[in-house]
């Protein structure tokens, strides 16, 4: 993993932002959500990435609902 880098604030109430990358073996029957992706490791992209999101307004804590964005491509990387 990757360390360093600049942190930009987006939106002062965002208390936690995950994400996960869906993995889909090579034979296309079966998958898993993982919470780690490394390029290096792995020579494709995910197939799919959740993003979930929390936040604070006044004191009270949401969590928004999952956001799944599909990734139309396994094409292996160089």
């Known amino acids: 993993m ?8 987006l939106d002062p109430d965002v208390r936690k932002l995950a994400l996960e990358y869906y993995d ?3 034979d296309l ?6 919470s ?3 390029t290096d490791e792995k020579k494709y992209l995910p197939t799919a990435v959740k993003v979930r999101i929390t936040y604070e307004e006044k ?4 969590e928004l609902p999952d ?6 491509t396994q094409k292996r990387l160089q």
């Open 2 to 9: 990757r360390s360093g880098g600049k942190t930009y604030t």
């Open 24 to 26: 889909l073996s090579e």
């Open 29 to 34: 029957k079966s998958g898993e959500w993982v």
């Open 36 to 38: 780690e992706w490394d």
């Open 59 to 62: 004191g009270q804590k949401t």
């Open 67 to 72: 956001l799944i964005i599909n990734i139309h």
